[in-house]
T-cell receptor, first 114, second 119 residues
Framework: AQKVTQAQTEISVVEKEDVTLDCVYE???????LFWYKQPPSGELVFLIR??????QNEISGRYSWNFQKSTSSFNFTITASQVVDSAVYFC???????????FGTGTRLQVFP | GAVVSQHPSWVICKSGTSVKIECRSL??????MFWYRQFPKQSLMLMAT?????????EQGVEKDKFLINHASLTLSTLTVTSAHPEDSSFYIC???????????????FGSGTRLTVV
């Protein structure tokens, strides 16, 4: 069965600090997809990134970067020079090709203080 | 880009009444839609998967007689919470699968959610 664990429940940082959100996943499928979503207080989910299991290249998008390591089943998300607008709940999610279901982790609430 | 419209965005109902939530794909056909429930400060829990023209598949622990899902067309799925009780108060989010967007977000396009409060 697929499972996503986000051990950090809440993280608080001061603006301009770098912060890394951890994500560990479990799956028996060899083909799967990993995602990160941002959920601001409005509740709407904002898609950030998708990574497939065959592509371990790390990715950078502006202040965001993602580190995918199959050896440790981790897909961590780093925000550099954090800003107050980054305050939100961040979810890591996993989709297996076999089940086609998108399963979410427990989420990490990030608070960035000015 | 693909848009999923979910209505209502919030609803307050009396205990014992039924509430219907609509999830509509506006510019694409969705053969598969998913329904999630999110309690305050918790994760999104998958409730069920609906495929157009067939019965929904419910996750373990979700009462199918209480949460009726209908996916009668390629652009509309509805979730009806029957005989709602205060413990059903939650944030409900739908997701429609847009196969044309597999290269980007793998097709998962979310509605903006419905906040249900049962009093």
């Amino acid at each position: 069965a697929q499972k996503v664990t986000q051990a950090q429940t809440e993280i608080s940082v001061v603006e301009k600090e770098d912060v890394t959100l951890d994500c560990v996943y479990e799956t028996r499928d060899t083909t799967y997809y990993l995602f990160w979503y941002k959920q601001p207080p409005s509740g709407e989910l904002v898609f950030l990134i998708r990574r497939n299991s065959f592509d371990e290249q790390n990715e950078i998008s502006g202040r965001y970067s993602w580190n995918f390591q199959k050896s440790t089943s981790s897909f961590n998300f780093t925000i550099t020079a954090s800003q107050v607008v980054d305050s939100a709940v961040y979810f890591c999610a996993l989709s297996e090709v076999l089940t086609d279901k998108l399963i979410f982790g427990t989420g990490t609430r990030l608070q960035v203080f000015p | 880009g693909a848009v999923v419209s979910q209505h209502p965005s919030w609803v307050i109902c009396k205990s014992g009444t039924s509430v219907k939530i609509e999830c509509r794909s506006l510019d694409f056909q969705a053969t598969t839609m998913f329904w999630y429930r999110q309690f305050p400060k918790q994760s999104l829990m998958l409730m069920a998967t609906s495929n157009e023209g067939s019965k929904a598949t419910y996750e373990q622990g979700v009462e199918k007689d209480k949460f009726l899902i209908n996916h009668a067309s390629l652009t509309l799925s509805t979730l009806t919470v029957t005989s709602a009780h205060p413990e059903d108060s939650s944030f409900y989010i739908c997701s429609a699968r847009d196969l044309a967007r597999m290269a980007s977000n793998y097709g998962y396009t979310f509605g903006s959610g419905t906040r249900l409060t049962v009093v």
